[in-house]
Nanobody, 126 residues
């Protein structure tokens, strides 16, 4: 059984930076693409960023492009989301997720992910 555990969510002022971490266990981490999603109260869960199994390619939502960076360390079974220039509209619960199927690329749809973490809350104050 795959387990994903996020950490790093806190209250931060607008303009600040934060790094979220997600550690995985349960199957060969380096074979699976990973994604970060976020969900604000009353809204759908939206794609934020994705990274291929090797880390060689990354993908971003337009709303975070140039501010957020996704990366992974396959030796540590971990994926990260570096968030800079944070805005109040970035406030949400952030989730990491793992794609099914070895070697598959990240996708935008939340339904394309098989396993999810419990989420970590990020609050950006103005």
């Amino acid at each position: 059984q795959v387990q994903l555990v996020e950490s790093g969510g806190v209250l931060v002022q607008a303009g600040g930076s934060l790094r979220l971490s997600c550690t995985a266990s349960g199957r060969t981490f380096r074979s699976y693409a990973m994604g970060w999603f976020r969900q604000a109260p009353g809204k759908e869960r939206d794609f934020v960023a994705g990274v291929t199994y090797s880390g060689s390619s990354t993908y971003y939502a337009d709303s975070v492009k140039g501010r957020f960076t996704i990366s992974r360390d396959n030796a540590k079974n971990a994926v990260y989301l570096q968030m800079n220039s944070l805005k109040p509209e970035d406030t949400a619960v952030y989730y990491c997720a793992q794609r099914p199927g070895r070697w598959a690329s990240p996708v935008v749809a939340a339904t394309g992910y098989e396993y999810w973490g419990q989420g970590t809350q990020v609050i950006v104050s103005s």
